[in-house]
């Protein structure tokens, strides 16, 4: 019988592949559940305070915007609000020329022309007995602050938020109780850059019976720390009111 070779069949089988096991952490720590929980943790904190930090970064109103809640206050007589909208710049200027203004003042008599007639001269003898009366102009436009020394000590915010508050028409001056009132109508802006922008807006006086034609104003913003600031013009600024809030009896 002739002798033949074994016949050897070889099967190819795929191995199947396995993850590897992970012993150790890379970083020599055992507890691997416990690191990974730790550094989800630390990544979470991590895109929370790059979120806060965007959001704080964020740019506040507009100028224009700024300028309309400054006329909001005003419009709701709440004048402590009104001042945060003041550039702390023009509230410093503004106490200053005050303070200025108050201390210089001295009353004057009237050098009265020897020749008028007993009338006129009567006339201008009592307007010289209420001006000595009314004292310092200055601090009458400070709801009556008694002396300088007094109105030194006043905040510069309260001041100015004082001087609105003694300049609004009152409706007691007025004939028929109703007071004038004023409405502002922002129109646009100008930006010089990005600190100083220029605001344009239209104001009209209403009184009973009767409507001012309007006028335009333009009131320059700043910025204060990255926030917009308005600085005061003769609208708002010594002035105010002055050709409108005049009382009704006075002669």
């Given at each position: 019988?002739?002798?033949?070779?074994r016949?050897?069949?070889?099967?190819?089988?795929?191995?199947?592949?396995?993850?590897?096991?992970?012993?150790r952490?890379?970083?020599?720590?055992?507890?691997?559940?416990?690191?990974?929980?730790?550094?989800?943790i630390?990544?979470?904190?991590?895109?929370a305070?790059?979120?806060?930090?965007?959001?704080?970064?964020?740019?506040?109103?507009?100028?224009?915007?700024?300028?309309?809640?400054?006329?909001?206050?005003l419009?709701?007589?709440?004048?402590?609000?009104?001042?945060?909208?003041?550039?702390?710049?023009?509230?410093?200027?503004?106490?200053?020329?005050?303070?200025?203004?108050?201390?210089?003042?001295?009353?004057?008599?009237?050098m009265l022309?020897?020749?008028?007639?007993?009338?006129?001269?009567a006339?201008?003898?009592?307007?010289?007995v209420?001006?000595?009366?009314?004292?310092?102009?200055?601090?009458?436009?400070?709801?009556?602050?008694?002396?300088?020394?007094?109105l030194?000590?006043?905040?510069?915010?309260?001041?100015?938020?004082?001087y609105?508050?003694?300049?609004?028409?009152?409706?007691?001056?007025?004939?028929?109780?109703?007071?004038?009132?004023?409405?502002?109508?922002?129109?646009?802006a100008?930006?010089?850059?990005?600190?100083?922008?220029?605001?344009?807006?239209?104001?009209t006086?209403?009184?009973?019976g009767?409507?001012?034609?309007?006028?335009?104003?333009?009131?320059?913003?700043?910025?204060?720390?990255?926030?917009?600031?308005?600085?005061?013009?003769?609208?708002?600024?010594?002035?105010?009111?002055?050709?409108?809030?005049?009382?009704?009896?006075?002669?």
């Amino acid at each position: 019988m002739r002798w033949r070779a074994r016949t050897v069949v070889k099967l190819q089988m795929r191995l199947r592949t396995r993850r590897p096991q992970l012993k150790r952490d890379p970083l020599g720590s055992t507890d691997c559940t416990g690191t990974m929980l730790a550094r989800t943790i630390t990544l979470a904190l991590s895109l929370a305070t790059a979120s806060a930090h965007g959001q704080a970064k964020r740019p506040g109103p507009s100028p224009e915007k700024t300028v309309q809640q400054l006329f909001h206050a005003l419009d709701a007589k709440d004048w402590l609000a009104a001042v945060r909208f003041i550039h702390p710049r023009a509230l410093a200027s503004f106490r200053a020329e005050q303070l200025r203004d108050a201390g210089e003042w001295r009353f004057h008599p009237m050098m009265l022309d020897s020749s008028l007639s007993p009338p006129v001269r009567a006339y201008f003898d009592s307007m010289q007995v209420r001006l000595r009366k009314g004292g310092n102009p200055s601090l009458a436009m400070f709801g009556g602050v008694p002396s300088t020394v007094s109105l030194a000590r006043i905040p510069p915010d309260q001041l100015l938020a004082l001087y609105w508050q003694t300049r609004d028409p009152k409706p007691q001056n007025y004939d028929r109780g109703i007071a004038p009132r004023s409405e502002r109508a922002v129109l646009g802006a100008v930006i010089g850059s990005d600190t100083l922008a220029y605001v344009v807006y239209r104001e009209t006086w209403a009184a009973p019976g009767s409507t001012l034609s309007p006028e335009l104003y333009v009131i320059e913003v700043r910025r204060d720390h990255g926030v917009w600031r308005c600085m005061l013009n003769r609208d708002i600024g010594t002035g105010s009111w002055a050709m409108i809030a005049t009382p009704a009896d006075s002669t």
